[in-house]
């Protein structure tokens, strides 16, 4: 059954550094999604993409944070200058359409910035 | 801005027991409401996906039921067995308008089936 699949499964970096969380969605989806799980916490939305662009973002996509597909199958998030308070598990998801369709969710990045 | 509660926070039953996870939120205007099953540490499988239309929906021991006018949703699990220990989740999707895309995360029920 085909997967969205995430890596690494897990990112240790210094405060201030980039970090590139990747994701492979499912072959034939058209959107795809990037949220985060703070320790504890719900699981909060970030942004959306489709056709090679933004369709929707967060309050907590700052400037910080971008998207890409940089060929036909990978989707990453890319952020510039990580902070402590971006520690969290990072999922990405894919759906065939918007309209009806399941988000279908990869594993997930745990993110920890030290 | 939408609110997605769940309630209980942690529920512990034996196994074969049948239950009902509770899912509420504040904007009826949703366009789906998706459940999904989240295993410690791990991503998040989805279960059940009900279009605002619709009533409920059924797979295999699960059942989930939605009514939009009172913002309200169940997932029943018959049957229940150690293997469905999990964090369950509910999520909705605001009605279609521009690019409203994104799910919005209730902070789930944590099941634990005592074999």
């Known amino acids: 059954e085909p997967e969205v699949t995430q890596t690494p499964s897990h990112q240790v970096t210094q405060m201030g550094q980039e970090v590139i969380l990747r994701c492979v969605p499912i072959?034939?989806?058209?959107?795809f999604y990037w949220y985060r799980q703070i320790l504890g916490q719900k699981v909060e939305f970030l942004v959306s993409?489709?056709?090679?662009?933004?369709?929707?973002k967060s309050e907590i996509f700052d400037d910080q944070f971008s998207v890409e597909r940089p060929d036909g199958s990978n989707f990453t998030l890319k952020i510039r200058s990580t902070k402590l308070e971006d520690s969290a598990m990072y999922f990405c998801?894919?759906?065939?359409?918007?309209?009806?369709?399941?988000?279908?969710f990869g594993p997930g990045t745990r993110l920890t910035v030290l | 801005k939408q609110e997605v509660t769940q309630i209980p926070a942690a529920l512990s039953v034996p196994e074969g027991e049948n239950l009902v996870l509770n899912c509420s939120f504040t904007?009826?205007?949703?366009?789906?409401l998706q459940w999904f099953r989240q295993d410690p540490g791990k991503g998040l499988t989805s279960l059940l996906l009900?279009?605002?239309?619709?009533r409920e929906q059924t797979s295999g021991r699960l059942n989930a039921s939605l009514d939009k006018s009172s913002g309200r949703s169940t997932l029943y699990i018959a049957a229940s067995q150690p293997g469905d220990s999990a964090t369950y989740l509910c999520?909705?999707?605001?009605?279609?308008?521009?690019?409203?895309?994104?799910?919005?995360f209730g902070k789930g029920t944590l099941l634990t089936v005592n074999p």
């Open positions: 904007d009826s205007a949703i366009y789906n």
């Open positions: 993409f489709y056709n090679n662009e933004i369709s929707e």
């Open positions: 999520a909705v999707r605001r009605s279609s308008g521009g690019s409203n895309y994104k799910l919005t």
């Open positions: 009900i279009q605002s239309s619709q």
């Open positions: 072959s034939n989806h058209l959107y």
């Open positions: 998801a894919s759906s065939e359409q918007t309209d009806t369709d399941t988000q279908y």
